[in-house]
């Protein structure tokens, strides 16, 4: 089955600059990657994904790039504020349709420091 | 006023008692799943529904039982036999692939 990879596990930022975070993943048939933003005690919220379609996705300041051929996948965040400090969570998945099993990277902790 | 609920958010129950997690959602979507997340790690999928009347094991269902009587629910039941059953649990819906997810439910054995 699929396996995520996702480092680092503790990021901590200077409000103002940016932060990345790497996911890699071992089904080369999978084909959308989301990332999730979890508070604490929280359910997860997706702010991102992208399909194995495009190589680069940006929504304001979060953006996520995707190299298929190295199986890997990242999100940028800039222009880092202290409201952005939470667990990101990426995941990988294979199906297709409306119903997808998704396999979930181990959580990255971001602080961003005022 | 449109999403996930779980109820309720906090749950305890002694050692060798099954309980059920609520799960209902006005969204209109077809799918729903079941996650469990345990301290500094991620989601595990347990079960998932991709209609009613049908749904399959996730990577962790052992221990665990899920029934989807009507599009809107889909309760998880914790037995008896699951050997580690505190934790966080989440569920999850999607139309089109994208997952939503509830505010979660935090179960304590005791």
């Known amino acids: 089955g699929e396996n995520v990879e996702q480092h680092p596990s503790t990021l901590s930022v200077q409000e103002g600059d940016s932060a990345v975070i790497k996911c890699t993943y071992s089904?080369?048939?999978?084909?959308?990657f989301p990332w999730y933003k979890q508070e604490l005690g929280k359910g997860p919220q997706l702010i991102i994904d992208?399909?194995?379609?495009?190589g680069e996705k940006k929504d304001q300041r979060i953006a996520v790039t995707l190299n298929k051929t190295a199986k890997h996948f990242s999100l940028h965040i800039t222009e880092t504020q202290p409201e952005d400090s939470a667990v990101y969570f990426c995941?990988?998945?294979?199906?297709?349709?409306?119903?997808?099993?998704?396999?979930f990277g181990s959580g990255t902790q971001l602080t961003v420091l005022p | 006023d449109g999403g996930i609920t779980q109820s309720p958010k906090y749950l305890f129950r002694k050692e060798g008692q099954n309980v059920t997690l609520s799960c209902e959602q006005n969204?209109?979507?077809?799918?729903m799943y079941w996650y469990r997340q345990d301290p500094g790690q991620g989601l595990r999928l347990i079960y998932y529904?991709?209609?009613?009347?049908?749904?399959q094991k996730g990577d962790i269902a052992e221990g665990y039982s899920v029934s989807r009587e009507k599009k809107e629910s889909f309760p998880l039941t914790v037995t008896s036999a699951q050997k580690n059953p505190t934790a966080f649990y989440l569920c999850?819906?999607?139309?089109?692939?994208?997952?939503?997810f509830g505010p979660g439910t935090r179960l304590t054995v005791l």
């Open positions: 999850a819906s999607s139309a089109r692939g994208e997952q939503f």
């Open positions: 089904d080369s048939a999978s084909n959308y």
């Open positions: 992208i399909r194995s379609n495009v």
């Open positions: 995941a990988a998945s294979p199906n297709s349709g409306s119903a997808r099993q998704l396999t």
């Open positions: 969204l209109n979507h077809d799918a």
């Open positions: 529904s991709q209609i009613v009347n049908d749904f």
